[in-house]
C-alpha cells in the first residue's frame, strides 16, 4: 500500500471529515479510519483509503487494530479527535510514537489540559477568571457545595472521558435545579471513577478562541460565538459564527496555552455572566467539532497541525473572514427537541421561542457542516444516518409506549 502523509481516525466526526477535505485539497494522500463503516468522512473524494475497526475506542483490541493499519499505511502523521481514542493514544503513546507522528501536545500539556481542575489551577496562577469551582469525590459533601454555589447549579467531572476497565465513558456538564439531581450526577461521575466540579450556572454569551501554537509562536488564532449548542446547556456547538478575537478572552486564553506549553491546535472556552464578565469553562486541546467555521474563514487549523506534527515549517494566518455562520443542522434540530422537552428549565428557551429560533434561522444565509458542492458524498451519507437513526428513535418510543399502555392495561385487569 502506499505511504499516507496522514491517518485521520473517528471518521465519523466531523473535525474528522474537515480534516480529510483540509490534506486532501492540499495534495496530501489521506487515510480514515472508524468503528462504523458508513460514516460521512469515508465518503469523501478526498479519502483514499478507509478502514472499519472492528473493536471499540478505548480498548487493547482497538490498538491493535489501529498499530496494524499504521503499519500498513505507513502514516506520517496520526490525527485523532476522540477522546477515547486520545486516552488510549497517550497511555501507548511511546509505543505508537516508533511508528508515526501524533498530532498532540505533549505529555505534560495534555495532562494539564484534559483536566479541569489542573486547568483552573493554572489559569489562577496566570489571572485568567474562573468560576467557583468546588471540586466533590462523594455525595455526602453536595449540601455544604451548595450551600456555596447555590442553584441552579452545574455538575461536571474532572476529566470528560473516565475510563472504567477496558472501556471508557464520556460524561459532559448537566444542569441541575435541585439537590437530589446534584447528588444524582455526583453519584455517576464518582461511581465512574472520576472527581466533580460544581459550579454556579453562568447564563451569558459562549465564545471559545482557538490556537495553532508552536515553538514559542502563535501562528494562528480565531474566535467564534455558539448561539446554540447540543445539549443546550453546553457541549459541541450547533449554530456558530466567526468573530474577530475579543480583546479580553483573547488575551486570558493565549496566556493560559503560553502558561501550560500547549503546542499544537487548541480550543479555550470561556462563557460570560449576566453582566458580560468572562469566566473559562474549559480547553479542548484537540480538533474541534466546531473547527470547519474557522476553515472557512480562512484559518486552515488542520493543515497548520499537520504541519506542525510532521516538523514542517508552520504557515502563519493573520487575518480571516468575521461574521460567517455555519450550522449543524441535525445537531440543531437535535437541541431544538431537547429544549421541548426540557421546558421551563434553566437557560433553556420555551418550546415556542426554541422552534422559532430554529425556523428562523434558514432565512440567514450559512454554511452547513458536511455540505460541500465540490465533495457531495458526505452530506449524502450524513442525511441517511441520520434519517436512519430517527427511523430507530420513532420506532423505539412508539413501542414504550405501547409498552407502557400494555402494562397499565396489565394493572388494571389485576386490580
Known amino acids: 500500500m502506499t505511504t499516507f502523509d496522514a491517518l485521520v481516525t473517528d471518521a465519523r466526526l466531523r473535525q474528522a471529515l474537515v480534516s480529510v477535505r483540509s490534506l486532501g ?28 475497526c472492528q473493536a471499540d475506542e478505548g480498548t487493547d483490541a482497538y490498538l491493535a487494530e489501529l498499530e496494524e493499519v499504521l503499519a500498513r499505511t505507513k502514516a506520517r502523521v496520526l490525527i485523532a479527535s ?11 503513546r511511546a509505543r505508537l510514537e516508533q511508528q508515526v507522528r501524533i498530532a498532540l501536545a505533549d505529555e505534560s500539556a495534555m495532562t494539564v489540559a484534559v483536566n479541569k481542575e489542573l486547568t483552573l489551577s493554572a489559569a489562577r496562577r496566570v489571572g485568567v477568571s474562573v468560576p467557583l469551582s468546588l471540586t466533590l469525590n462523594t455525595v ?11 442553584l441552579p447549579a452545574v455538575v461536571k467531572p474532572s476529566e470528560s472521558w473516565l475510563q472504567r476497565g477496558q472501556k471508557g465513558v464520556w460524561i459532559g456538564p ?25 459550579q454556579p450556572l453562568l447564563s451569558g454569551r459562549r465564545e471559545a478562541v482557538s490556537f495553532l501554537f508552536a515553538h514559542g509562536e502563535i501562528h494562528a488564532r480565531f474566535a467564534q460565538w455558539a448561539k446554540r449548542t447540543m445539549p443546550p446547556l453546553g457541549g459541541t456547538s450547533v449554530l456558530r459564527q466567526s468573530i474577530a478575537v475579543p480583546p479580553d478572552i483573547g488575551r486570558h486564553a493565549e496566556r493560559l496555552v503560553r502558561e501550560i506549553g500547549l503546542e499544537g491546535y487548541s480550543e479555550v472556552e470561556f462563557r460570560r455572566d449576566q453582566a458580560g464578565a468572562p469566566f473559562l469553562m474549559e480547553i479542548n486541546p484537540r480538533l474541534s467539532a466546531s473547527v470547519e467555521v474557522a476553515v472557512r474563514a480562512g484559518v486552515d487549523f488542520p493543515h497548520l497541525l499537520y504541519q506542525w506534527a510532521n516538523g514542517e515549517p508552520i504557515d502563519k494566518v493573520k487575518t480571516y473572514r468575521v461574521g460567517g455562520w455555519m450550522r449543524y443542522l441535525q445537531g440543531d434540530l437535535m437541541t431544538t427537541i431537547a429544549a421541548m422537552e426540557q421546558r421551563g428549565r434553566p437557560d433553556v428557551p420555551s418550546p415556542i421561542q426554541a422552534a422559532l429560533h430554529f425556523g428562523l434561522s434558514f432565512f440567514r444565509p450559512m454554511a452547513y457542516d458536511f455540505f460541500d458542492w465540490r465533495d457531495p458524498g458526505p452530506a449524502l451519507t450524513a442525511m441517511t444516518d441520520f434519517t436512519r437513526e430517527m427511523k430507530s428513535r420513532s420506532l423505539n418510543k412508539a413501542k414504550r409506549t405501547l409498552l407502557n399502555a400494555a402494562k397499565g392495561r396489565s394493572w388494571r385487569w389485576t386490580e
Do not use: N, Y
Not at 82 to 92: F, M, N, P, Q, S
Not at 140 to 150: F, M, N, Y
Not at 182 to 187: E, G, I, L, N, Q
Open 82 to 92: 476522540h477522546d477515547g481514542t486520545i486516552a488510549l493514544i497517550r497511555r501507548h
Open 174 to 198: 448537566q444542569l441541575v435545579t435541585t439537590a437530589d439531581e446534584t447528588r444524582r450526577m455526583v453519584a455517576e461521575i464518582v461511581r465512574s471513577g472520576g472527581s466533580a466540579l460544581c
Open 25 to 52: 485539497r492540499r495534495g496530501r494522500s489521506v487515510a480514515a479510519l472508524d468503528t462504523r463503516s458508513d460514516v460521512p468522512a469515508f465518503s469523501s473524494r478526498w479519502c483514499r483509503h478507509e478502514f472499519v
Open 140 to 150: 455526602g459533601e453536595v449540601p455544604a457545595a451548595l450551600k456555596e454555589t447555590g
